[in-house]
T-cell receptor, first 112, second 117 residues
Framework: GNSVTQMEGPVTLSEEAFLTINCTYTATGYPSLFWYVQYPGEGLQLLLKATKADDKGSNKGFEATYRKETTSFHLEKGSVQVSDSAVYFCALSSTGANNLFFGTGTRLTVIP | NAGVTQTPKFRILKIGQSMTLQCTQD?????MYWYRQDPGMGLKLIYYSVGAGITDKGEVPNGYNVSRSTTEDFPLRLELAAPSQTSVYFC????????????????FGPGTRLTVT
């Protein structure tokens, strides 16, 4: 079946620190992979995505590379800001399907 | 363009009561979804719809019903509320071209926080 395992949180970093949030997946076929972000009091927003192996998704300084050999899609950012404080969800969508399977979410707090 | 809107934002129900969570999108998306988010957990799919008049169950459909009479609206009905349905509910929508090979972004509403006591 389809599942996503995400790094446990919460994560607290100082401003300008390097961020990594780990995500691994199990899926049938060739899934698409996503990172969604949820800011306080809001719904989820798509942060980035990758639809095939070795693709790199990037947005707002965040990056993630689709690694088929390690079934991973780790989120990275070189220098976090206070405004990046949010909950980050890794998700997958299996081939031909539209529904998403989510990880449990990782809460990131960035302190000045 | 409002995107996906949900009402109400908050609701407290007594056990056994019923209610409908409203969801509307103005992006002419054909697919719509209902998820629930329990504390410390990811979102789980309750029901989804691929177009007006067509609905299907997700991972956790028990205790819920949906209908899709128009492209824009996808209400979620709780008939006999139970404490296990205390959660945050998110509606989402997306567009699919129908080829089966495209994966389009899902747009989420702000959520409804429901407490059943």
């Amino acid at each position: 079946g389809n599942s996503v395992t995400q790094m446990e949180g919460p994560v607290t970093l100082s401003e300008e620190a390097f961020l990594t949030i780990n995500c691994t997946y199990t899926a049938t076929g060739y899934p698409s992979l996503f990172w969604y972000v949820q800011y306080p009091g809001e719904g989820l927003q798509l942060l980035l995505k990758a639809t095939k192996a070795d693709d790199k998704g990037s947005n707002k300084g965040f990056e993630a590379t689709y690694r088929k050999e390690t079934t991973s899609f780790h989120l990275e950012k070189g220098s976090v800001q206070v405004s990046d404080s949010a909950v980050y969800f890794c998700a997958l969508s299996s081939t031909g399907a539209n529904n998403l399977f989510f990880g449990t979410g990782t809460r990131l707090t960035v302190i000045p | 363009n409002a995107g996906v809107t949900q009402t109400p934002k908050f609701r407290i129900l007594k056990i056994g009561q019923s209610m409908t969570l409203q969801c509307t999108q103005d992006m002419n998306h054909n697919y719509m979804y209902w998820y629930r988010q329990d504390p410390g957990m990811g979102l789980k799919l309750i029901y989804y719809s691929v177009g007006a008049g067509i609905t299907d169950k997700g991972e956790v459909p028990n205790g819920y019903n949906v209908s899709r009479s128009t492209t824009e609206d996808f209400p979620l009905r709780l008939e006999l509320a139970a404490p296990s349905q205390t959660s945050v509910y998110f509606c989402a929508s997306s567009y699919s071209g129908g080829s089966g090979s495209e994966t389009y972004e899902q747009y989420f509403g702000p959520g409804t926080r429901l407490t059943v006591t």
